[in-house]
């Protein structure tokens, strides 16, 4: 009996370690020896980790893990090179490109019928207009200009899935702006719109027909009527309609940068796409109409000035007469003609409705939802599963997409919860749970790393600065050699303000960031904000190890006396950044040229400083900036509401217990980064109240995007303590 046992547990093995193998060669991994085991684990162990592994830590070349997280050297794969992540990006955003341009090219038609019965108006003959347009509608011209319309439309909606962006660029001073509208990308837009805005109104005008049709047209010399001989002149109302669509064009294209129109806001309330299209529809007509309005002003304002030029150019280039009977346009008397406004301003409704409904129709698909599987089902699939995709860097869109995902799912599907919280076989470890929720904390101590830098930059502003060429030894230590690492050698310990931190949270913080519009290298920026690009002030009350979980508590005031300074150690003292055989007690004398080149550099700054003009350009305005901080925050807010209700559903669903070796540090995370939110909206020039939103077509969510942080910040903890409740 013995032996048979023996004999079936030996087959039992045998059979376990083939279906691993085939598992494990479907991932080219190599497997000799304890190789096997390391990647694979062996059959029937449990998910508490083994092979004298972390618990937290995620094995490379599975679903949702990170390559190279936790290990300490590069794993060795096998010979198949892992596939690019952005296979997904065509498959995600191609189509819903492509949808968005067909319903823009299908809805022309009724646009273009719209605008040719407008044109004809004529309100005492209602019979007469109403079969005239109709007439119109089959036309040959008509038909061409719906066909040459397409082909713009085409144009503007590759424009718009180029310069798209789910983050929005926001310039915190008028140079920053001033540079992002000379930008030679930008220059670009501007003419490929001033030209498609050309195109437009030459269909405009050819549609209208009448003395907007054609730009040359035949006239009678004045001087002798009788035996006159036809010539051709300038038809100066086409050449306004030309450049007043130019002028359109080049207008959306500015406003499109200074508005931030290319910013995908995605909606917070899930709705099918005919129904935001539905709603938005009112909005952009009214919007297009009032905004067609201001361009014809600031247009005419614009011809009245230097129409001249053009006209005379045409003209001449093209062997142009001027019609000297008709009133010149570039003056008050012809200007004030009611026909050409109204004509104009309609060419410009036309123009910027069309326009509108592809840039409205491609933010409807991009955002749309996408559900990513939290398992593959093949191992094709491995690189688009939710795990993979967040644990990767793929485009910005596809990330936001998957966390969006996360949102979702985690509220309201707990088939696809199960999935997460499941256990990977053979090995039995929770590798979906451990790459999204290292994702996730991650992000979250990727923003209370930068909040902290920014508050310790507005702190630096209040200080004394510490004259050039003081750099001394601290007296504590004489005769000792002294060493210091300015390579942030114990990162984690530095910037997040808690000794008792998880290996998990200190795992996942990454370097700083640079916020988008930042100008930390502006010669006129305080050396306070180089903060934001990693570097840290030695005086900075996070620099160096943390004593104390209280150390948030212990910083220096934004504004503090003298007394206060030198007694907490930072007035005129610094930390020494020596080599290893320096002597504590030596000092250190900077360079000569460094020193001086400094104190030109500060002599500069104040001699500019006190340039109103220039100043005007290269202040900093401080809302820009703190919005420029929280530009990308919709991202940490779903993943505050995503890890908030898998922790809360795990309480129930859990069925392995795999949240609860993350639970410590996942709420570790939550409250450091909600004090430092609270201390954030205690600076100065933080507003605590968000602004008022009007209800424009132009999305301005993002300025409110703090607000909405601090607010699912505590949502989610009070989600997760009222579940758990005194088992905390």
């Not at 997409?401 to 309201?412: G, K, V």
């Not at 230590?477 to 060493?483: D, E, K, R, S």
């Not at 109240?689 to 969510?701: A, E, F, H, N, Q």
């Amino acid at each position: 009996g013995a032996g048979k046992a023996g004999l079936r547990a030996s087959h039992w093995l045998l059979a376990s370690r083939r279906a691993a193998e085939v598992a494990c060669g479907r991932r080219g991994w190599p497997l000799n020896g304890g190789d096997f085991e390391r990647r694979c684990g062996r059959p029937g162990r449990s998910h508490g980790g083994g092979g004298g592994r972390a618990a937290g830590a995620a094995p490379t070349g599975e679903c949702g893990a990170r390559v190279g997280a936790a290990a300490p050297g590069p794993p060795v794969l096998g010979p198949r090179p892992p596939r690019p992540l952005t296979l997904c990006f065509p498959q995600v955003l191609g189509w819903r490109v492509a949808a968005a341009v067909a319903w823009s090219v299908l809805l022309l038609p009724v646009c273009t019928a719209a605008f040719v019965v407008l044109s004809g108006l004529d309100p005492f003959h209602p019979v007469r207009w109403i079969s005239n347009s109709f007439n119109d509608l089959y036309t040959s011209y008509v038909i061409f200009c719906i066909l040459l319309m397409s082909v713009v439309i085409l144009v503007i909606s590759i424009f718009n899935a180029e310069f798209y962006a789910v983050v929005p660029s926001i310039p915190c001073s008028r140079i920053a702006l001033i540079g992002k509208i000379i930008h030679p990308q930008q220059v670009i837009h501007s003419v490929v719109h001033a030209v498609m805005g050309m195109l437009v109104a030459w269909c405009a005008a050819v549609m209208t027909k009448g003395k907007f049709q054609f730009l040359a047209v035949p006239c009678t010399p004045s001087e002798s009527l009788d035996d006159a001989v036809p010539q051709m002149c300038l038809n100066e109302y086409h050449l306004f309609f030309l450049l007043s669509g130019a002028f359109m064009g080049y207008s959306y294209s500015l406003l499109y940068l200074i508005n931030n129109m290319n910013y995908l806001p995605f909606p917070i309330i899930q709705q099918y796409k005919y129904l935001r299209f539905r709603r938005s529809l009112p909005l952009l007509v009214k919007h297009g109409c009032v905004e067609s309005l201001y361009f014809v002003r600031n247009f005419c304002v614009v011809y009245y000035f230097f129409g001249y030029i053009p006209k005379v150019w045409i003209s001449t280039t093209m062997d142009l007469h001027i019609d000297s009977k008709l009133h010149p346009l570039d003056t008050l008397t012809g200007l004030l003609d009611l026909s050409l406004f109204y004509h104009a301003w309609l060419c410009g409704v036309f123009l910027l409705i069309t326009w509108y409904i592809a840039w409205l129709l491609f933010k409807i698909y991009a955002t749309e939802t996408h559900h990513f599987p939290v398992q593959p089902t093949f191992a094709e699939e491995t690189d688009q599963c939710l795990p993979k995709i967040l644990n990767s860097n793929p485009p910005l869109i596809i990330k936001f997409l998957a966390l969006q995902d996360l949102m979702l799912l985690s509220q309201y599907s707990p088939v696809r919860r199960q999935e997460v919280f499941s256990l990977s076989q053979p090995g039995g470890h929770p590798h979906n749970w451990t790459a999204i929720s290292r994702e996730c904390l991650s992000l979250l101590s990727d923003l209370t790393q930068r909040l902290i830098m920014q508050q310790e930059a507005a702190a630096a502003n209040g200080r004394a600065k510490q004259p050039a060429g003081e750099l001394k030894v601290s007296p504590q230590t004489p005769g000792a050699v002294v060493t210091e690492d300015m390579s942030f050698q114990s990162q984690r310990s530095n910037i997040v303000p808690r000794a008792s931190m998880s290996s998990l949270v200190k795992s996942s913080l990454m370097p700083l960031k640079t916020s988008p519009g930042s100008d930390v290298g502006s010669p006129f920026s305080s050396p306070a904000l180089k903060c934001k690009m990693g570097i840290l002030d030695v005086n900075s009350p996070w620099h160096g190890s943390v004593q104390s979980p209280h150390v948030v508590r212990r910083g220096p005031k934004l504004w503090t006396s003298g007394s206060d300074l030198q007694m907490n150690g930072s007035h005129h003292e610094s930390f020494p950044v020596l080599s290893a055989a320096r002597v504590g007690s030596e000092a250190v004398q900077p360079n000569f040229i460094y020193t001086w080149l400094q104190n030109k550099q500060e002599q500069i700054k104040n001699f500019l400083s006190k340039r109103v003009l220039i100043m005007y350009f290269f202040s900093k305005h401080p809302e820009a900036s703190i919005q420029a901080v929280f530009s990308d925050a919709q991202m940490h807010i779903w993943a505050l509401e995503g890890l908030s209700h898998l922790v809360a559903a795990s309480f129930t669903e859990d069925q392995f217990g795999v949240v609860q070796t993350t639970l410590p540090a996942i709420l570790n995370t939550l409250l450091t980064l909600q004090e430092v939110v609270d201390r954030h909206f205690k600076l100065p020039h933080v507003s605590s109240k968000p602004p008022r939103i009007s209800g424009s077509l132009v999305d301005t969510s993002y300025k409110t995007l703090r607000f909405a942080l601090r607010a699912s910040l505590k949502t989610a903890l009070y989600r997760i303590t009222t579940v758990f409740g005194e088992h905390l």
